[in-house]
Structure formats: C-alpha cells, structure tokens
C-alpha cells in the first residue's frame, strides 16, 4: 500500500542504508534500514539541510548544513502537521501513515455522514496526525501515549487543523494499564488503534517487547470494543509480517473482515520504499 496524496513530502532518492528526503522546502538526509540496494542518486549533489549521523554507541545527532527553522508545516491533503527533527533521527511524523489516515478516515466520515460518532481508543498515539485527522472527520478520539512530550505535540496537531476540542481526550499514561483501568471503569469505544514500538521500557522498570506482547494487548484491548468498527495495528518491528498482525487479530476479534498490508513511500526513481506493516480488522455489517 503506497501513501496517497502527499502535498510536501517526497522522497528524492534511496539507498545504501538512506533515504533523502524532501519535507516542504527542507531537504534532510536519514538512515533507514530498509533500503539496502545501492543508492538511487549521488547523495553528493544536493545541498541538503541536514543529514543524520549515527555514532558508535548507537545514537546520533543531526549535521546541519545551512539555516533551517527548528519546526516547519507540510500539508497532507486538507491537513497540517508539525514537522521537527528529534535526536532520534525521526521528524516527529511518519508520512507512510498516510495509507492508514486515507482507510480510516473514509470509514469515519461515513459513520458521519450517518449520524454516528465513532469512538476511537488510538493507543501509542505519538505525535496525534492520525487524531487530528479522524477527529477532524468527526470521530471522537482518545488519544494515549506515555510520553508527555508526545502528548504536547499532539494537542499542537490537533490546534493546527483546528479539531473541535470535544472530539478529542489527550492521556498520558502507559497504554496497557490505560485499557485495564479502562475495562474496570465499563468505558466502550467502537474502534482501536495502535501502533506500539518494537521495544520499550515503563517508568516502573516494565519491559515492553512486540513479538512477547502484542498478542495479550490485542486480547485486552478487545474487551473495550462495542458496536465495533474497526481495529487497526501498526508494526515497524523487523520481521514481523503482515499475516502475523492478519493472524493476532483474527483470533482475538469477532467475525470480520481483515487485512494486511506492507506500508510503503513512493519516490522519485519509481520504486517503493517499505516502511512496515499494518492489519485491519472491520466488523461484517
């Protein structure tokens, strides 16, 4: 699945372990570990802003190499989104997600167009482009991320594309105890999003491992839908492939429609870039 609709992002070249990449007027250059085929074009010849370097020890930091704002907009059909590169190499956006935002957004527009409201739980919300999209298309979401950080960002999102402020619910806290205390206090959504990372580690020590995990959150998550949607997971774990997300929610979910999919950039010499992978799970209406 290729992301649709990009106004200022491309991706002007790949390979050799990155990707350059132009966001709006700013050119940056990233690993990603992904493209392992010689590269595309002469990364020597573009004048980029930045390039990310990685160290030794595993971190890295961004080279600067002309003037560039510490934050700039790009525009994703109707959208604005906040773009700020981190010392993590990210920008504080996953234009891949774009696939997800056009599929989720058509089924909660409609729901709209009904006079439903669909809830929506989007759990490792991040940086909220997705809620600020499916708020927009006037879902009510509850948008979860441990990182208050994060959260902050997301409400800036959210702000940007002027979202109603009664579709929206920001909690930081860990996702998991979230859903638990969740499912005590009898709350429903009618749809699930999330999109955990490959590792992580909790304030009390707690150790998150995708391949160990996803599997119990998925069955947890479950027993908060009501009237349900849809439930969507996003991966970037290597090596986790699409059946096995098809897989997790076919056996924790009801009867439905499922799919998945590679999550993939179009560039600029025609090939698509991978950038992980995400299941969807719809009720049969």
Not at 136 to 161: F, P
Not at 187 to 194: C, D, G, L, T
Not at 231 to 241: A, D, E, H, R, V
Not at 255 to 283: F, H, K
Request: charge should be neutral; proline fraction near 5%; aromatic fraction near 10%.
């Amino acid at each position: 699945m290729l992301a649709p609709d990009w106004k200022d992002y491309k991706i002007l070249g790949s390979g050799d372990g990155l990707k350059l990449e132009l966001w709006k007027d700013i050119m940056l250059l990233r690993p990603d570990p992904q493209a392992i085929w010689r590269a595309t074009v002469d990364y020597g010849k573009f004048d980029c802003h930045a390039r990310y370097e990685r160290d030794r020890a595993g971190g890295g930091r961004w080279i600067v190499n002309k003037p560039m704002p510490d934050e700039w907009q790009v525009g994703w059909r109707e959208y604005s989104f906040y773009v700020k590169p981190t010392g993590f190499k990210h920008t504080g956006l996953f234009p891949e997600q774009a696939v997800n935002w056009s599929k989720l957004s058509e089924i909660v527009s409609s729901s709209a167009k009904n006079g439903e409201t669909v809830r929506i739980l989007n759990l490792f919300a991040y940086t909220g482009a997705s809620t600020a999209v499916l708020s927009k298309c006037g879902a009510h979401v509850t948008h979860v991320d441990a990182a208050k950080g994060m959260v902050e960002r997301a409400q800036l999102n959210c702000r940007l594309n002027k979202v109603p402020t009664e579709n929206t619910r920001f909690i930081i806290d860990d996702c998991k105890k979230f859903v638990a205390r969740e499912i005590k206090r009898g709350k429903k959504y009618n749809a699930v999003i999330m999109d955990p990372p490959s590792y992580g580690r909790g304030a009390g020590g707690e150790v998150w491992r995708m391949e160990d995990d996803i599997y119990d959150l998925v069955k947890l998550t479950a027993s908060v839908l009501e009237d349900a949607e849809f439930f969507l997971i996003n991966s970037y774990t290597t090596g986790l492939q699409p059946q096995t997300i098809s897989n997790i929610l076919t056996l924790n979910l009801p009867r439905g429609n499922t799919e998945a999919y590679e999550v993939c950039l179009p560039t600029e010499c025609d090939i698509a870039l991978p950038c992980g992978c995400s299941g969807l799970w719809r009720q049969n209406k």
